[in-house]
């Protein structure tokens, strides 16, 4: 600790005003608050001022998503495995395969966001601002393993400049980042994102890539021709597809398979009131009423699904959990939380039914309502308005 | 008719060394001070000069803005120092106390036969006018409007807040003949708001031309913004004025006796001090005379005030005129390492990302820390639940930020004050200096009106 206090305190004249690497003060003082919490003392107001800081908050959340990156880690090598006929795989096998997989993108995700907010809190002379931790590790969890290297880093850069950067950074972007990077690649490399090829890793050791003989298909796709019968990636049956996809051993994005490991998450957001549980709760009701409602009326095996199974399929649970619940992009308002949270829900269920060329009717239904979420809050802020209007002249 | 009403969002910080119901003399003050700082929006114009005698009573300096309003020496004795800071600006006038206090002589018929025009001259000529304070804008009350009401809080429900049950005790008919003056000022009613679930001392429970409301729940339940809100509250264009409980006893003397009698208890707080108890002195008592080596070793910082709203104050300053509370806080600047992944079971949080909570009962002895550094908001939601309003606390915040005067006056900005903004801004997430902000609205809707 001590040899880190002098460290800094033995370059922090270089980056002071004057200093030959003034410009890159913000860069200093982003190493130094990590460091160490400065122990600078209220000035104005309050004398006494709350432990958390948005550090603590951002670290919260990236906890929460830990149960869901280990599972994919595992799961990514219990796919391949399973893939390559070899389910007896030890689990250290499946984990470490799992790891070497996953672990680069992890990488590359933040080098390349921590790397623009670095560059970007130079030109503009403020600090750099913590929200990248979260999203840097949001973006690899919603990401097929097979993607590329170089994709991964095109999407953060195109989701952390136009989806946040461009608005004045973190706190004032309008549309989830994380999302905006999975948006991108979803549109711009559609076979890369989506089909059966991408959500299992089959590369042999040797490096060629495995012939036919197993079926990458997410369960989504599946439901588009029944929606009772499902099969794995080794082709054969699920014996109970909703208690597979409830613990994830199922294929999908990194981290979206298994709704236990972000039930886990979920119930740390809650505990700590960091994630918006009104948000959560209506997001699974507007889910299951949606879901309902399509089972009263099916004429296709996807609207025949389940509900219960839509909760657990795709990216649903973790959508709703990690990415709706965004406090920059969310409703504001105690009520409009219930509203955003409501309809996310049932456009979720709505788009990938509807259309299944979009199975990910999360992404979709969580972009479109960040647009509409400040025009909730205008409602819900207008009503309030009304209401204190009135009161004065009930009063009057 | 009274009221009871509970409140249910905020939130009562527990902090070690609350004051005990002793009482102790405050030293003999040498000298005493008034700091037109004090009061927000005043244009000091001085009455006196260096060298001059004054009496307890005798005006030192007026208000520019409403000539009317006067400001008075609170012992008598001579005129020692007028401090001045940058650009002139007049930041305490220092009053070197005679042995024998001497009073200027007011000539006071029974306050029962007096109209408002003529409790309110008096008032403004002997100095008591700036213990009466409006809202909105949280000034001293402009004369020249008729208030719809006037509220007395006679609980504080801040962090170590004196106990007003303890310090009127027995003076019940200096309180009463208070509340008698100040009926005089309004059409409307008085509110007397009292805490619900504990026994109001005599002198609130007995007090007769008042309505007797109840409050219950945590901070800022004391605050009279809050109790304003529930129970009468204030649009566009209305006024409500408001004095504190021993100020109304202040001026109960006043009408009984005919001098300004500025004695003032001053509870004496916080985890710095040996011995926390109450003081009996005078406005404007200078800080040393009452701490008087009562505070343990170490960096320390003097708050005139409570920990939420005070002022920072220097040992050898003096105790602010609506200031009822000295409080001693640990100082600390030490940098912490990796201290926003540590678990920092010593500190308190409203969060339950750290571990306070499991420990409601604690006494915290806190510091004056940041705890991390201001950034853009990210968290929302935070604020609603410390803040007792039907107000969206950070939509208004965010556009006095953007100087949208329309969007204040809409969201609510006149119902409230900077102090009821102290919870928000000790739980803000993105360490946002939220009472400086709510000041900095409310004083361009002041000025704008004026």
């Not at chain 2, 940098?335 to 006494?363: Q, V």
Request: hydrophobic share 45%; proline share 5%.
């Amino acid at each position: 600790m001590k040899v880190f206090r002098n460290l800094l305190d033995s370059v922090k004249p270089n980056f002071e005003k004057g200093g030959k690497l003034e410009k890159f003060y913000p860069a200093y003082d982003a190493f130094e608050t990590f460091l160490f919490v400065p122990g600078h003392t209220a000035n104005t107001g309050a004398h006494i001022r709350d432990a958390i800081d948005l550090k603590r908050t951002m670290v919260t959340v990236i906890l929460a998503m830990v149960p869901a990156l280990l599972f994919g880690i595992w799961n990514t090598g219990y796919q391949h495995f399973l893939a390559l006929g070899q389910p007896d795989a030890t689990f250290l096998e499946m984990f470490s395969y799992g790891a070497i997989k996953v672990l680069p993108i992890v990488i590359v995700s933040y080098a390349v966001g921590l790397g623009v907010e670095f560059i970007f809190g130079i030109i503009n002379g403020h600090s750099i601002n913590e929200g990248f931790l979260v999203t840097g590790m949001l973006i690899p969890l919603c990401l097929p393993i097979g993607i590329p290297l170089w994709m991964v880093a095109v999407a953060t850069l195109f989701a952390v400049v136009i989806g946040k950067e461009v608005f004045g950074g973190t706190g004032m972007n309008i549309i989830n980042v994380a999302l905006t990077a999975r948006a991108f690649l979803f549109f711009a490399y559609p076979t890369l994102m989506s089909g059966d090829k991408v959500w299992i890793d089959t590369a042999t050791a040797s490096g060629e890539a495995l012939a036919d003989g197993y079926t990458g298909a997410t369960l989504l796709a599946q439901s588009t021709e029944s929606a009772t019968n499902y099969v794995n990636a080794a082709g054969v049956q699920y014996t109970d597809v909703f208690s597979s996809a409830f613990l994830g051993t199922i294929p999908g994005s990194i981290g979206e398979t298994s709704t236990l490991a972000i039930l886990l998450g979920a119930a740390l957001l809650i505990y700590t009131g960091i994630g918006s549980w009104r948000i959560m709760l209506s997001g699974v009701l507007g889910g299951l009423v949606m879901s309902l409602i399509f089972n009263a009326f099916a004429v296709n095996p996807f609207m025949e699904v389940p509900a219960i199974n839509q909760l657990v399929f795709g990216g649903f649970a973790f959508g709703i959990v990690f990415m709706a619940t965004d406090p920059v992009t969310a409703s504001q308002t105690t009520r409009g939380k219930w509203i955003y949270g409501f309809l996310i829900g049932v456009f979720a269920i709505m788009i990938r039914v509807f259309n299944p060329a979009y199975p990910e009717g999360v992404m979709l239904a969580i972009l479109f309502m960040n647009v509409m979420a400040p025009l909730i809050d205008h409602y819900v802020i207008r009503g309030n308005i009304s209401k204190r209007l009135k009161r004065v002249k009930v009063a009057a | 008719m009274s009221k009871e009403i509970k409140i249910k969002r905020g939130k009562d910080i527990k902090l070690a060394g609350p004051a005990d119901k002793i009482y102790a003399s405050a030293l003999y003050a040498e000298t005493v001070a008034l700091k037109p700082g004090d009061f927000i929006g005043i244009r000091p114009k001085m009455l006196v000069k260096e060298g001059d005698v004054v009496k307890a009573g005798t005006p030192l300096f007026f208000d520019k803005n409403h000539e009317g309003v006067k400001f008075v020496a609170p012992m008598s004795g001579t005129v020692a120092e007028i401090k001045r800071g940058d650009k002139r600006v007049i930041l305490e006038v220092i009053i070197k106390v005679d042995q024998e206090t001497v009073y200027e002589k007011h000539d006071i018929a029974d306050v029962k036969g007096m109209n408002g025009e003529q409790v309110k001259e008096i008032m403004l000529e002997s100095g008591l006018w700036p213990m009466v304070r409006q809202r909105p804008f949280d000034v001293i009350a402009n004369p020249n409007e008729a208030p719809k009401a006037i509220f007395i809080s006679a609980f504080d429900s801040s962090p170590l807040a004196p106990d007003y049950d303890f310090i009127l005790h027995g003076q019940d008919a200096s309180f009463q003949a208070g509340i008698e003056a100040i009926s005089k000022l309004t059409a409307g009613k008085v509110h007397l708001n009292v805490r619900g679930n504990v026994k109001a001392a005599d002198a609130f429970a007995n007090a007769k031309g008042v309505q007797i409301n109840k409050f219950v729940g945590p901070h800022p339940a004391g605050n009279v913004g809050v109790q304003i809100h529930h129970i009468d509250p204030i649009a566009k264009g209305e006024t409500i004025w408001f004095v504190n409980p021993q100020d109304v006893a202040t001026i109960g003397k006043f009408f009984i006796s005919g001098q300004f009698e500025a004695s003032r208890v001053i509870a004496l707080a916080g985890s710095e001090v040996n011995n926390p108890k109450y003081y009996r002195t005078v406005i404007g008592a200078p800080a040393a005379s009452i701490l008087n080596g009562n505070t343990k070793e170490g960096s320390k910082r003097y708050i005139s005030g409570n920990v939420l709203t005070g002022s920072r104050i220097e040992e050898t300053s003096y105790v602010g005129f609506y200031d009822h509370q000295l409080t001693v806080m640990p100082e600390n600047h030490d940098p912490e390492f990796f201290g926003w992944i540590a678990p920092n079971f010593g500190k308190w949080s409203a969060s339950r990302a750290l571990f306070s909570w499991l420990m409601p009962n604690k006494e915290y002895k806190l510091d004056t820390k940041m705890n991390g550094e201001e950034r853009a908001y990210v968290v929302t939601g935070q604020y609603e639940t410390v803040f007792p309003f039907e107000i969206y606390p950070q939509q208004l915040i965010k556009s006095i930020m953007i100087d949208d005067i329309e969007s204040m006056e809409e969201l609510g900005i006149y119902e409230v004050a900077p102090e009821d903004f102290a919870l928000c801004e000790v739980v803000c997430t993105s360490k946002m200096p939220v009472q400086s902000i709510v000041r900095e609205g409310l004083e361009k809707l002041r000025i704008e009106s004026l």
